[in-house]
């Protein structure tokens, strides 16, 4: 499997905190997707990073791509309590647009 | 716009029947997919299309088949349930090109008994 790893499996944090979802992956990739997935729903795509982009910014989110160490990260800040789901990391490898997905970092915000 | 949709939203089998699993969008892609997700295993594509008349194999093809004879719908079959085919199904699609996000639909949760 192409999955790559992300950690932590699962975050809790407080309402107000910054949540960091750490994504790793093994071969080179075209650009690098964050979906996020509310319970029982689809996913929802939140920000795309190119390889040659280090970092992007959309609203509360920040995304970073290192593409010598094969990861990324994803931080939420002044996190809400409707952003408690389900966030996956995408690689675009090339060929139709196909994604590998990982599996995902469950968060949790509380109030 | 509908987005993507899916049809059914549930459906249980009993092993060995078989179903389709219809996915249509609204939006002109030219690219659509079929994933399944299974508890702790993230998405993974079982097939893709990227245009009417053409579809390849993703990761886990096997056991199920799929058609796309009009652009805006991409059907999933599966010929002869098994129980490993337990799974919630989802449909996405997006622009020709590299670098597009995809949008997927809300799922379709499959029991195979």
């Known amino acids: 499997s192409q999955q790559g790893e992300e950690d932590p499996q699962a975050l809790s944090i407080q309402e107000g905190e910054n949540a960091t979802m750490n994504c790793s992956y093994k071969?080179?990739?075209?650009?690098l997707q964050w979906y996020r997935q509310n319970s029982g729903r689809g996913l929802v795509h939140l920000i795309l990073?190119?390889?040659?982009?280090r970092e992007k910014h959309s609203g509360r989110l920040r995304v970073t791509l290192d593409t010598s160490k094969k990861s990324s990260s994803l931080l939420i800040t002044a996190s809400r309590a409707a952003d408690t789901a389900s966030y996956f990391c995408?690689?675009?490898?090339?060929?139709?647009?196909?994604?590998?997905f990982g599996t995902g970092t469950q968060l949790k915000v509380e109030l | 716009n509908a987005g993507v949709t899916q049809t059914p939203k549930f459906r249980v089998l009993k092993t060995g029947q078989s179903m389709t699993l219809l996915c249509a969008q609204d939006?002109?892609?030219?690219?659509m997919y079929w994933y399944r997700q299974d508890p702790g295993m993230g998405l993974r594509l079982i097939h893709y299309?990227?245009?009417?008349?053409?579809?390849a194999k993703g990761e886990v093809p096997d056991g199920y088949n799929v058609s796309r004879l009009k652009k805006q719908n991409f059907l999933l079959g599966l010929e002869s349930a098994a129980p490993s085919q337990t799974s919630v199904y989802f449909c996405?699609?997006?622009?020709?090109?590299?670098?597009?996000?995809?949008?997927f639909g809300p799922g379709t949760r499959l029991t195979v008994l």
């Open positions: 939006m002109n892609h030219e690219y």
């Open positions: 995408a690689r675009d490898t090339g060929g139709g647009n196909k994604l590998t």
């Open positions: 990073i190119r390889s040659n982009e």
């Open positions: 996405a699609s997006t622009r020709a090109g590299t670098g597009n996000e995809q949008f």
């Open positions: 071969t080179s990739i075209n650009n």
């Open positions: 299309s990227v245009g009417e008349g053409t579809t």
